[in-house]
């Protein structure tokens, strides 16, 4: 079984930053292409950042320049660094990852979600 594990979110005034984590633990034999994405309230679950295997990045525009993905394969980890955030980067944020297991087909795995508020 495969889980993704969240940390890192919170709250914060305008223009401060937070850096979220999301580990991935189990019986996993790789991991593909590994995404950020959020859902504010009443609006649909968007897409922030993603990243491949290689490191390949793609970013929202809404977000270019602010935050930056990263991960340490190693460590089955995915971070997102969230910097100069706005009270509209206010919502839940995800991640999530394509997963192989040892004895599974390719995946799509979910974390749980952590809060994020922006003050203004």
């Known amino acids: 079984q495969v889980q993704l594990v969240e940390s890192g979110g919170g709250l914060v005034q305008a223009g401060g930053s937070l850096r979220h984590s999301c580990a991935a633990s189990?019986?996993?034999?790789?991991?593909?292409?590994m995404r950020w994405y959020r859902q504010a309230p009443g609006k649909q679950r968007e897409l922030v950042a993603a990243i491949t295997s290689g490191g390949s990045t793609n970013y929202a525009n809404s977000v270019k320049g602010r935050f930056t993905i990263s991960r340490d394969n190693a460590k089955k980890t995915v971070y997102l660094q969230t910097n100069s955030l706005k009270p509209e980067d206010t919502a839940v944020y995800y991640c999530?990852?394509?997963?192989?297991?040892?004895?599974?087909?390719?995946?799509?795995?979910w974390g749980q979600g952590t809060q994020v508020t922006v003050s203004s």
């Open positions: 189990g019986s996993i034999f790789s991991i593909n292409t």
């Open positions: 999530n990852a394509d997963v192989r297991g040892f004895t599974a087909a390719l995946a799509l795995y």
